[in-house]
């Protein structure tokens, strides 16, 4: 899932803010108990989901794939004062560790677990979003695009993980499956929306990162 070289994501890794305490212990924890730890964001990519939301100064914050939790407390870090982060995911077996480490983080007032099917959910929480994240089911990332676009106030973000998915998104299109095909597409849609701005920053797996103009 890297797509640095080892050494080169070693040096930035360890040129970046440390992990704080609760997290280094939610990543060690999720890598001995959790089925595809893989899927957490980790150190880097963590330390850069909370420098953008250190750069923002969120109020309202959507996580739609919460996982172990590990992503939603780096975006809760730079929230504005009396920010929130709303975050779901269809999975239970995570719910408790998840709730216990909002509670270690002592975030319990800042971020809202949500469990249940994103694309039923996301209807349900209104807006205006300063920030979405979207993580969850690839073949979705166009829906969930468009559910909450309305919802992102104008100048607001929409920021996509895992958008190189390992690099097969260079692989030809006949050998593609569902869901690189459906990172391929997403990562067309967002290009040629002319209603934002974007960036595809090749951080770990890739994070597509547009802003809504206004
Ligand atoms: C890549 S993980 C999220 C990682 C997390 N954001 C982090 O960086 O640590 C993807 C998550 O999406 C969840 N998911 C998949 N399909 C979903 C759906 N339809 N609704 C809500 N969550 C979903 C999975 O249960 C999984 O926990």
């Not at 949500?114 to 300063?130: I, R």
């Not at 993580?135 to 979705?140: G, H, L, Q, Y």
Request: glycine letters at 8%; one cysteine or more.
């Amino acid at each position: 899932m890297n797509l640095l070289p080892p050494e080169i994501e070693a040096y930035a890794t360890s040129h970046s803010q440390p992990e704080p305490a609760v997290l280094a212990q939610l990543n060690a924890e999720t890598h001995r108990e959790a089925e595809l730890p893989q899927m957490l964001s980790g150190h880097l990519q963590g330390r850069v989901l909370s420098m953008i939301s250190w750069m923002l100064r969120p109020q309202r914050v959507l996580e739609i794939g919460t996982f172990t939790g590990y992503s939603a407390l780096c975006l809760a870090e730079g929230l504005a004062p009396g920010g929130r982060v709303d975050t779901l995911d269809i999975n239970p077996a995570m719910e408790a560790r998840i709730r216990r480490f909002i509670r270690e983080a002592g975030a319990e007032s800042k971020v809202f677990f949500h469990l249940g099917n994103a694309m039923e959910l996301v209807a349900t929480l209104s807006g205006p979003f300063d920030l979405v994240f979207i993580d969850a089911d690839k073949e979705n990332y166009a829906n969930y695009y468009d559910l909450v676009f309305d919802r992102v106030r104008p100048g607001g973000f929409i920021v996509a993980d895992n958008v190189l998915w390992s690099g097969h998104v260079l692989d030809a299109p006949e050998s593609h499956d569902s869901e690189t095909a459906a990172l391929h597409a997403y990562n067309k849609k967002v290009s040629a929306d002319d209603r934002v701005e974007q960036v595809l920053l090749p951080v770990r797996d890739g994070l597509m990162i547009a802003r809504k103009k206004g």
